[in-house]
């Protein structure tokens, strides 16, 4: 790698962001930062600005784009272009002066800029799961018909993709894994901060800790989603069409350490697994750098202090999110689409305190049943069923605060 990668980062304001902000820190002759985009939180951006000084900025919020602006002329770095709009992350996903894009920004709201830096022909580094749980099929289409390069930046994933043979590495979404003699893919999950919690208090559980994860430190919303599994449940999906994978290729195994962070089982007996302390710059770095390998800043795994490697079958009782989840990758784009808004929608409700933990489960096996037939086919029928989903979630979190909800 001797050219210098000039790089967007899609939501450099949260976490993987902010790691992978951190891997280029540390190899300033191999990358440089064309351009970065956040919500609303300008005070992080502001810091982004002076550091590694971008060309252009996208604050969605309008009134965050203003007080940026403000500050950095404030800082004498008015020369950076700041932008403001959904449309305005296309515009950076696409820009010809970038050469990798670090899809990180949470939520449906990813896809579409994903989806601009795919068909601009990007190394894509994906960390969005929603961009192919949302439009699995439209997503692979729009990466076949286009030369780009897709790496996956989730921990279980870029695990999966170290241990494949190099000839699937190529091109993972058109591989078959039985004429690769792949027989399984082992898709590990931590458990969350419940897995040992009796079943009966979880309805009691309060926002702060749900999202205090025993191994990783991520934001809130996917914090949540680890504490009910439905992360574990949309990397399912995501890894069907990641891998090209059928639904019985994919087992979910508990192991609560989060040291092996995914496997693959071979034909002849061999299981292969991707080992490391739980630490996101490690994938970061892997996509960054790959087919090489540079130093993300992480501590070496240390064999001696780790007791032991636990492994275990999910409840389906404690986590009926993942059960969802399954179900709705045997059922469909629509019921996909639908499960991840309802999700989007309940978590958000959670957090705000406005319903209970156990009730997201409630909220998304409702939406997800009442649109599981729809069927999508373009990004307009996919917008048309995330926004309905949204709605009919909406109005069952309002009539479980009002206590008229029956279920």
Not at 48 to 69: G, S, T
Request: proline share 4%; hydrophobic share 40%; charged share 20%.
């Amino acid at each position: 790698m001797n050219e210098q990668q000039s790089l967007c980062i899609l939501g450099s304001t949260g976490s993987i962001g902010q790691s992978t902000l951190d891997v280029v820190r540390r190899h300033p002759q191999k990358y440089c930062i064309q351009s970065l985009s956040a919500n609303q939180r300008d005070d992080i951006m502001l810091e982004q600005c002076r550091e590694f000084a971008p060309k252009r900025v996208v604050m969605v919020c309008a009134q965050a784009a203003q007080r940026l602006r403000a500050k950095l002329v404030q800082q004498q770095l008015a020369n950076i272009d700041v932008l403001s709009g959904e449309q305005a992350l296309k515009t950076i996903a696409s820009e010809p002066d970038s050469t990798v894009v670090m899809a990180a920004i949470v939520g449906a709201s990813g896809l579409l800029p994903t989806l601009s830096a795919i068909k601009a022909n990007k190394k894509v580094l994906l960390a969005n799961k929603e961009a192919l749980v949302c439009s699995g099929q439209i997503f692979i289409d729009a990466l076949r018909q286009s030369q780009a390069q897709l790496l996956p930046i989730d921990s279980e994933h870029n695990a999966i993709f170290q241990c494949l043979p190099a000839a699937m590495q190529s091109d993972t979404t058109a591989s078959s894994i039985s004429e690769h003699g792949v027989k399984k893919i082992l898709l590990t999950g931590s458990g969350g901060p419940f897995r040992t919690l009796p079943m009966e208090q979880l309805t009691s559980v309060t926002p702060d800790q749900a999202c205090a994860h025993p191994n990783w430190d991520m934001g809130r919303k996917i914090s949540v989603d680890s504490a009910t599994m439905m992360n574990k449940g949309l990397e399912f999906i995501e890894a069907k069409w990641l891998f090209n994978l059928d639904v019985g290729d994919i087992q979910v195994v508990l192991h609560p350490q989060s040291t092996i962070h995914s496997m693959v089982q071979y034909k002849d007996g061999s299981v292969l697994a991707q080992l490391g302390n739980p630490d996101m710059r490690t994938p970061i770095a892997h996509a960054l750098a790959y087919p090489e390998r540079i130093d993300a800043g992480v501590k070496n795994f240390d064999f001696f202090s780790c007791q032991s490697f636990d492994f275990a079958a999910p409840d389906g009782q404690r986590y009926p999110n993942l059960l969802l989840a399954i179900e709705a990758c045997k059922l469909g784009q629509g019921a996909c689409t639908a499960l991840n808004a309802a999700n989007e929608v309940a978590v958000a409700a959670f957090l705000d305190e406005h319903i209970k933990f156990t009730d997201i489960a409630v909220v998304n096996e409702k939406v997800m049943n009442h649109f599981r037939d729809q069927s999508i086919t373009t990004l307009d029928d996919v917008e048309l069923v995330d926004n309905k989903a949204r709605e009919f979630a909406q109005t069952m979190v309002v009539t479980m605060t009002e206590g008229t909800l029956h279920v």
